[in-house]
């Protein structure tokens, strides 16, 4: 299945389920990045990336990738850094599909498991990364944008996030292996969609 397919087919499996989660996640988000820590070079550190990228995990790409743009972006309106909000939603709509992405294919608890969500956080960061770079570029200039590219290699206090994630994401798959099958079932809704419409 080709990737704009599953794209289509995703978001036509879009029910009242993903959107319950979708608002628990960006209230969450929200919430989260409120408490930041601001960077020398410009821009915050947060824990709202490690809520962006749980949601991701658990319950796929979309859903972390939304609630991490809309939570996000509120977050920037409400801290009053309206210069970030207009590129937000894109920039972490990138990070949750790329840490979704990685993760896709959890049936259970195991090394393999680990390592995907290991995984998926990295993507995540990346990027995270690669998508504000050209934010810092055109708001801060080139010094700020290869800081913030440095931050890859020594990300300082965000290095918390990418520890907290696959700890949060594999306690609660382990403690509700319902979110292992939700997953399932979005497949499950993708397919029905797919093979209906021929």
Known sequence: MGA??????????????????????????????????????????????????????????????????????????FLGAYVWAPFTPFCKLASGLACGLVSRGIESIDRRAVAKVVLAVIAGAIVNRLAYAPVYLLLFGHGAMLLWLMGLFAPGPALVTYFATPVIALSVMRAYPAAIAYRRSIRERMERIGAAKG
């Not at 499996?13 to 209230?27: H, N």
């Not at 490690?50 to 319950?59: G, K, N, Q």
Request: net charge negative; hydrophobic share 55%.
């Open 4 to 77: 704009l397919r599953e794209i289509e087919l995703r978001i036509r499996a879009f029910d009242a389920r993903d959107i319950s989660l979708l608002s628990i996640f960006s209230a969450l988000m929200a919430a989260t990045t409120l408490y930041a820590v601001p960077l020398p070079y410009g821009g915050i550190t947060h824990f709202g990336n490690t809520v962006m990228w749980t949601a991701s995990i658990l319950f796929g790409g979309l859903i972390g990738g939304l609630a991490g743009g809309i939570g996000g972006m509120l977050a920037d309106l």
